[in-house]
């Protein structure tokens, strides 16, 4: 794992479940999220952690794992791989921080299109849980 704060702290959020009120204090006012699914980038804070916190509820399982990870300044990829409805899923989180460490750009890729149709299906419906459950508190 990298010496990077702000990569560390996304590793602590990580294994905490992805959670809302450490993802805001972890991703920048002005962030943007990348969708391999959505063509327009999700901009600010609480959109970035809405999409993170459902990813988090669809994609944290005991399958999923960080296999590489590589940092030049404060950008990061990290590979990862998972396994949904008998599907297995190669991705990579692209990831930019700030000078203080908080996250402003956060770009997810997924392959096999097979593997991006199962997360559309499964974050399309987690999105919809979240959204009738009422407001993650952002801070």
């Known amino acids: 794992m990298s010496e990077h704060p ?3 702290h996304w590793h602590r959020v990580m294994q905490a479940g992805n959670q809302p009120a450490d993802l805001a204090e972890l991703i920048a006012e002005n962030a943007v999220f990348h969708s391999p ?9 609480a959109k970035v952690i809405q999409y993170l916190a459902a990813a988090g509820q669809v994609l944290g399982s005991a399958n999923f794992r960080y296999v590489r990870e590589l940092v030049d300044g404060d950008e990061a990829l990290l590979e990862f ?5 008998g599907i297995k899923i190669n991705g990579i989180d692209l990831i930019r921080f700030d000078g203080a460490g908080k996250i ?7 392959r096999p299109l097979k593997a991006v149709n199962k997360l559309w299906e499964l974050m399309g419906a987690q999105l919809e849980r979240a959204a009738a459950s009422g407001p993650a508190s952002a801070a």
């Open 37 to 45: 699914v959505v063509h327009t980038p999700q901009q600010g804070r």
């Open 104 to 110: 402003v750009d956060f770009k997810v890729m997924v």
């Open 81 to 85: 791989v998972d396994e949904l409805d």
């Open 6 to 8: 702000g990569l560390a």
